[in-house]
């Protein structure tokens, strides 16, 4: 059955959805769909709390800190939603030494973090030699985990990067149409990415990726075909983000996904997921300042991903504006986070938090 939206809505009623949910059925793209066309109500609480007692099941209490480090903002490619896209010349773009990303690591793990995730844009510069020497210099100095978000590379490089001891790769695919894929990034391709995405799995990497809610031309069909998705690849990292406009792309003007239909989609994604990492986005809480990551630890999400980034680079990195947390020291941001997991009752994790699932 069709709406006027043309969202493809399932016979079943929400209630009849949610109690598939509760007897742990899995429910089909309509079912999906139809669960995240659900406005405020008591049918929309309901997915909430189902979705937060899946977490406390399969995740427990703990919430893992990643420490955030944004090392390059200098990119090769024009993502059209991207604020450090290649042809946005108002950008001052930065890059950190080796030396200066390995000491940052180091204040990491003194600060108690476990994990490191590597952000960059598509940065030539890092040749494979200069990745596998950060990577060997931090697992040297310092007792981390390594995650790498730096976007596509040859599949050599991930094993180069593997086998240095990187332990985890995050690579969004950001949506699942094609045709919206095409629209929004005219340098990549989305066989590539599922590709990546593979290939990284067989290389032995606990693999991250995600979405972004709302972007121009998304549909709630289309959303329901992401969570399809994440099931489907069996990720082990899954994050979440609202679109938020950014004015130096082609997709200026264009309206903000908001904070409801992305607790939707966090929401489901845990149900559908099971026991996948789940985080509590820096996107989201930029659009809910005050309560946007307690929140989303209450319906899904178990990681949170302060900021470490040295201050003077942090203000570059604004792949869409008005991010929050760009002052504040990275203690100070530790300290703030640390106080909001506790405030929803839950526990700062002191291990790696590495994947729960095991891969046949
Ligand atoms: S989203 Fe990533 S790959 Fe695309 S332009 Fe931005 S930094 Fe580059």
Same mark, same amino acid.
């Given at each position: 059955?069709f ?6 809505l399932?016979?079943?009623?929400p209630?009849?959805? %949610? ?5 742990g ?5 309509a ?8 406005e ?9 709390a /189902? ?7 399969? $995740?427990?209490?703990?919430v893992?800190?990643?420490?955030? #480090?944004e ?5 090769? &490619? ?5 604020g450090i ?7 001052r773009?930065?890059r950190m030494?080796i030396?200066? @990303? $390995?000491?940052?690591a180091?204040?990491a ?6 994990t $490191?995730?590597?952000?960059s844009? =598509? ?8 990745? $596998?020497?950060?990577?060997?210099? #931090? &697992?040297?100095?310092a007792?981390?985990? @390594?995650?790498l978000? @730096?976007?596509?590379?040859? &599949?050599d490089?991930?094993r ?19 045709a ?5 990034? !005219? ?9 990546? /995405? +593979? *290939?990284l799995?067989? @290389?032995?990497y606990?693999v991250?990726?995600?979405?972004m809610?709302? %972007? !121009?031309?998304?549909t #709630? ?22 679109? #938020? ?5 082609? /997709?200026a ?5 908001t904070?409801?239909?992305?607790f ?20 989201? +809480?930029?659009?809910? !300042?005050?309560?946007?990551? =307690? ?9 949170i ?5 040295p201050?003077q680079? *942090? ?8 991010k ?15 106080? *909001? ?6 526990v ?7 994947? /729960?699932?095991?891969?046949?």
């Amino acid at each position: 059955m069709f709406t006027e939206r043309g969202v493809w809505l399932s016979m079943s009623t929400p209630v009849e959805l %949610l109690a598939r949910i509760e007897r742990g059925e899995d429910l089909d793209a309509a079912g999906l769909a139809t669960l995240l066309s659900l406005e405020e109500g008591a049918d929309l609480e309901r997915l909430f709390a /189902l979705a937060d007692g899946i977490r406390k099941r399969s $995740v427990g209490e703990e919430v893992h800190l990643r420490g955030l #480090i944004e090392f390059s903002n200098h990119c090769r &490619k024009n993502c059209a939603y991207c604020g450090i896209r290649l042809d946005n010349r108002k950008v001052r773009r930065y890059r950190m030494e080796i030396g200066e @990303i $390995v000491g940052t690591a180091v204040t990491a793990a003194g600060l108690g973090y476990r994990t $490191v995730v590597l952000q960059s844009g =598509e940065d030539a510069y890092y040749t494979a030699d200069r990745m $596998v020497e950060l990577i060997r210099g #931090i &697992k040297k100095s310092a007792d981390l985990a @390594i995650t790498l978000s @730096i976007g596509e590379r040859p &599949k050599d490089e991930y094993r180069r990067f593997f086998e240095a001891g990187a332990d985890r790769y995050l690579l969004r695919f950001e949506t699942s149409s094609r045709a919206l894929y095409a629209r929004l990034h !005219p340098d990549s391709s989305y066989d590539l990415r599922m590709l990546s /995405l +593979a *290939r990284l799995r067989e @290389i032995g990497y606990q693999v991250g990726s995600g979405v972004m809610i709302g %972007l !121009p031309g998304q549909t #709630i069909d289309d959303l329901a075909m992401d969570l399809m998705q994440f099931k489907e690849l069996d990720l082990d990292m899954v994050g979440i983000g609202p679109y #938020i406009c950014h004015p130096d792309t082609p /997709l200026a003007g264009s309206p903000d996904g908001t904070a409801g239909m992305t607790f939707k989609m966090l929401a489901l994604t845990r149900i559908v997921t099971g026991d996948a990492h789940i985080p509590a986005t820096t996107a989201l +809480a930029t659009l809910r !300042p005050d309560d946007g990551r =307690e929140r989303a630890l209450r319906l899904g999400a178990n990681v949170i991903m302060p900021n470490l980034t040295p201050q003077q680079y *942090r203000q570059h990195y604004l792949l869409y504006p008005g991010k929050i947390c760009l002052q504040e020291s990275s203690d100070r941001c530790t300290e703030c986070v640390s106080g *909001r997991v506790q405030s929803v009752g839950r526990v700062v994790s002191r291990g790696y938090g590495h994947s /729960l699932k095991l891969h046949g």
